[in-house]
């Protein structure tokens, strides 16, 4: 029996109970259903207790999953820190341009560009300027591609290396 029927169980009997104590003038001693109310009484204290045994439960699996989530993002952010420090360290040792290449791995640089600018914003040609006074990067480096001079800007090539 489940819990439900348990107790449906249980009120029928109580209602018989009321009118065998409106019979018999409050005397429920003789009521001859008395021991199996006791019966499914004791079934339903063992169900509900069951049950909280089985909430503490659920409630210890979700903290240990909890702890458990908790340990694998720590692991997870040392890992990612220990994988750009394995790049850098490749980088320091390799040179620019270089490449490495076998059938599980394939180290090669990736060359960029990054526009520099040594004055203050407000110092470049208005046309090169953003609303918010910021440098146009991307309209700096096309204009010195095509030969244009600008003051305390200069086109810097940079290496950076990849992965696969």
Not at 41 to 49: D, F, G, H, Q, V
Not at 63 to 84: D, F, G, P, Q, V
Not at 93 to 107: F, H, M, T, V
Not at 126 to 144: R, S
Request: hydrophobic share 35%; proline share 2%; net charge neutral.
């Amino acid at each position: 029996m489940n819990l439900y029927e348990i107790t449906t169980g249980i009120e029928e009997i109580e209602e018989h109970m009321d009118k065998w104590a409106a019979e018999n003038e409050g005397d429920i001693s003789a009521f001859p259903l008395n021991n199996q109310l006791d019966n499914l009484t004791e079934a339903k204290n063992e169900k509900i207790l069951s049950i909280g045994v089985w909430h503490k439960n659920l409630l210890a699996k979700e903290k240990m999953i909890a702890e458990e989530i908790k340990s694998l993002n720590a692991r997870r952010a040392a890992l990612k820190t220990k994988a750009e420090n394995i790049k850098k360290y490749m980088s320091s040792n390799i040179k620019p341009g270089e490449r490495l290449e076998s059938a599980k791995c394939a180290i090669s640089w990736r060359r960029s560009e990054q526009v520099t600018i040594g004055c203050e914003m407000s110092q470049l040609p208005e046309y090169f300027q953003k609303v918010e006074i910021k440098a146009d990067k991307v309209g700096l480096k096309k204009a010195i591609k095509e030969g244009q001079k600008i003051d305390n800007v200069e086109l810097i090539t940079n290496h950076s290396i990849q992965v696969k």
